[in-house]
């Protein structure tokens, strides 16, 4: 079986890329991942298919030998077809996320961080800085501390209109400890 | 008889078409979907009968012969779980509909419920009787899509999160298993079954062990085989109940059927066996032991679930007929029983408006009978000796003793000791809502596990519910299914020996594919 080698190096690069996205956690990052790996798939498959050729139909002059392998193009058609009805749900998954929690990013499951924090609990008051790389601290709903709070956000550009703007340019870029409590 | 094969994907399937377009007559919607999974189950059973008496259903789709045309194949194996799968489908969804009907959300959106619901039993039978790896793959993808649409039904914001999980993960697998297969087409030049298992065999064992841990992998994600298992005890238990129930008895399942499959016919060499053994041993233990430390029931129900994995697996990795047909019977005993606990939790949830057990007490005086609807499945789930849970499980060990190599005698120690984990737990779940007096919990609150649980409909928390008749009764019959299944073990488990019989070796399948006829 021959192999065109750009085709395989730009499968392998698809692969890689899209790897490296799904392992994100940002939703968006996930879905261009699962695009580029889905891509990757396919160019896999026809890989697959062998050497190029004619057009698989039987007509004069023409021997099996040089046509393209059919079935392989059709499994594609097929994938691709799957492919974007689950990126089209995907998609729709995301928007409906970010309406709800106005976070891109996956959060961590509720009972799982409830039974981690009754495991800290049980170790004493000092190890609240064991788990700050966590960043849930004690409080279980905060899921994930760094989430901007868009309520907050304008309330504070409004802050910030109405008083000077010789106020230290900084405020912005902390992160806001607060914010995840309240949604 | 070769044209009933067809009809368990095409019935279900015209029956979403038609549940889809009477979306605002809830009433006919309802209707529609219970005649189809009806009308499937009597196929179902017609074929069973069929197959075990004529021998295998064979149909080339469209009339092309077997390595151009796709073919579908219904051996005793996929006959069985045919029936089974259209027994439970029926029954959780008859569930639904009564809980739909008392919450009376006929103006939210779950017009969009019993369609989905008849798409994931397409995608469910398509599996079942795919005869070609694509098909297969196909079939997957039409469960795991609706799935995707019934895990995030109502699109709450934990439903989303969860949901979210669960689609990531088998988007994953999904793509593991095409590449999967391009590489077997690659290798053999073929995706019908039975034309892979005849050229498998002059593939260099090597390359043959990548395609079938590509496979492997790929199934063991949907089967939710340790340690592939992480997805699932997080996804399952936001769901509506109905819909974790189906979930929790049929997907994972599809998945070991798959494996099944891909052990005895596509790779029946023994290289990857001890290596299963050692997952088998590991999904069993660490399901176990993650059941024990939870406190919500439909979470403890989903790690209870991964915990018996193992068991099938164990099962299929032996490569015996024992083995194969021991594993056919616990498929069929876990289906059945798995589903009726989620559904016992749902009726929990219903009256007690809550899953975790430290807010449940009282509920023996409350409905005594929901207590027996849950306690009858959990002794069986325990393996308490005279249900088939215990009879499941001796044959599993019988078929590992036979076999008597040291890592089989471990395993069967360890099912032994996961049997009483996973009894424990259900117990500790009857002592805390069941027999534990409703007094015992007041006062008592959790801030961690405020938000874990969420009724549905929203009326989360209210005080004891009246449940409606019709769930009582499907839970009921699916608790009178499970015991059915001691009483007519021993005709079920002949049926199994047969189905396992027809497993030995791929040579029964390809024959059934290729009458008379050797590749080549």
Known sequence: MSVSLVLLVVMAVLYACGIYLLLERSMTRVLLGFLLVGNATNLLIIIMAGRAGVAPIVSDGVTPEEMSDPLPQALILTAIVITFGVSAFLMALIYRSWRLAKVDSLQDDEADVAMRGGAVALEGEGSERADDDTEFGTRAQAAVSTARNLEEADERAAAEITTSHDDAPGADNTTDNTGGAHR | ?520
């Open chain 2, 1 to 520: 008889m070769n044209a009933l094969v067809p009809l368990v994907v095409i019935i279900p399937l015209l029956g979403a078409a038609a549940a889809l377009t009477l979306g605002r007559r809830p009433r006919a919607q309802r209707v529609v979907t219970v005649a189809a999974l009806g009308a499937v189950l009597a196929v179902g059973a017609v074929m069973l009968y069929v197959v075990d008496t004529a021998g295998p259903l064979v149909m080339e789709v469209g009339g092309w012969a077997a390595p151009f045309g796709i073919v579908l194949v219904v051996d005793r194996l996929a006959a069985l779980m045919v029936v089974v799968s259209a027994l439970v489908l029926l029954a959780v969804l008859i569930f639904s509909v009564g809980q739909g009907l008392a919450d009376g959300d006929d103006e939210t959106p779950v017009s969009i419920y019993y369609p989905t619901y008849l798409i994931l039993a397409t995608g469910v039978f398509n599996a079942f009787i795919a005869g070609d790896l694509f098909n297969l793959y196909v079939g997957f993808e039409i469960l795991l899509v609706a799935s995707y649409v019934l895990i995030t039904l109502g699109g709450t914001e934990a439903r989303i999160r969860a949901g979210t999980t669960y689609i990531v993960v088998s988007l994953v697998s999904s793509m593991l298993f095409l590449a999967a297969i391009a590489m077997i087409y690659g290798a053999v030049g073929t995706v019908n079954i039975a034309q892979i298992s005849l050229r498998m065999a002059e593939i260099p064992v090597d390359v043959q062990i990548v395609l079938h841990i590509m496979l492997l992998v790929a199934f063991g994600i949907k089967a939710a085989v340790f340690p592939l298992s992480f997805w699932l005890p997080d996804s399952y238990p936001t769901a509506p109940a109905p819909v974790t129930a189906v979930f929790a008895g049929l997907l994972t399942k599809v998945g070991v059927y798959a494996i099944i499959r891909t052990e005895t016919i596509i790779f029946p060499g023994p290289e990857l066996n001890p290596a299963l053994l050692v997952l088998a041993l590991l999904t069993m233990v660490v399901g176990a032991l993650g059941a024990v430390a939870q406190a919500d029931i439909k979470r403890l129900l989903s790690f209870t679930l991964v915990s018996h994995i193992g068991y099938m697996i164990l099962g299929v990795a032996l490569g015996t007929v024992a083995g194969t047909a021991a594993a056919t019977f616990y498929v069929v005993h876990h289906i059945i029983v798995q589903t009726t606990l989620f559904l016992g939790a749902g009726l929990i949830e219903r009256v007690g408006g809550s899953t975790s057990i430290t807010r449940l007490g009282g509920l023996l005086k409350a409905s005594p009978l929901i207590a027996l609807l849950f306690f009858v499945p959990a002794l069986n789930l325990g393996g308490i000796p005279p249900f088939s849970g215990f009879i499941g499980k001796l044959a599993l060990f019988e078929a590992s003793a036979e076999q008597g190599t040291w890592l089989a005698w471990v395993l069967i120690g360890a099912g032994a000791l996961v049997s009483l984990l996973t009894l424990y737990a259900l117990m500790r779940v009857w002592n805390m809502a069941f027999w534990r007096p409703a007094a015992d919990v007041e006062g008592y609150e959790s801030t961690l596990l405020d938000n874990v649980t969420e009724a549905p409909g929203g009326h989360t928390m209210t005080a004891t519910r009246r449940v409606p008749k019709l769930m009582i009764g499907a839970t009921a019959g699916m608790v009178i299914a499970s015991v059915a299944l001691t009483v007519f073990a021993g005709p079920l488990f002949g049926l199994s020996t047969r189905a396992g019989e027809n497993l030995e070796g791929p040579g029964m399948y390809v024959q059934t594919v290729y009458p008379g006829v050797v590749d080549e």
